[in-house]
C-alpha cells in the first residue's frame, strides 16, 4: 500500500471518533454497489428508513446502529 493510500484511510478517523460508540465496521458489496457501515456488532435491527438520497438507516430501538448507502460508487 502506496503512502498516499495510507493517508486517505486516515481520513477516517474523525469518522470513527464520531460514531455513537467510537468503532466502524464497514464492507463494500460490488456487484450490488452498497456499502454496510455498522457502529455496533452484535446488531440487531428492530426497524430501518430509506432516505431521500438512498441511505438506509438502520435502529435497535432508538439508537442508530448503522447505514447501508445505495449506489455507493456514485457518490
Known amino acids: ?28 458489496d460490488t456487484e450490488a454497489d452498497t456499502l454496510y457501515i455498522n457502529f455496533k456488532k452484535p446488531s440487531h435491527a428492530t426497524d430501518s428508513e430509506l432516505t431521500d438520497d438512498d441511505i438506509i438507516v438502520r435502529y435497535e430501538g432508538e439508537e442508530i446502529i448503522g447505514l447501508t448507502v445505495l449506489h455507493a460508487s456514485k457518490r
Do not use: E, Q, R
Not at 1 to 28: Q, R
Open 1 to 28: 500500500m502506496a503512502l498516499t493510500d495510507m493517508k486517505d484511510f486516515l481520513g477516517l478517523v474523525p469518522m470513527v471518533k464520531k460514531s455513537p460508540w467510537g468503532y466502524i465496521w464497514s464492507s463494500y
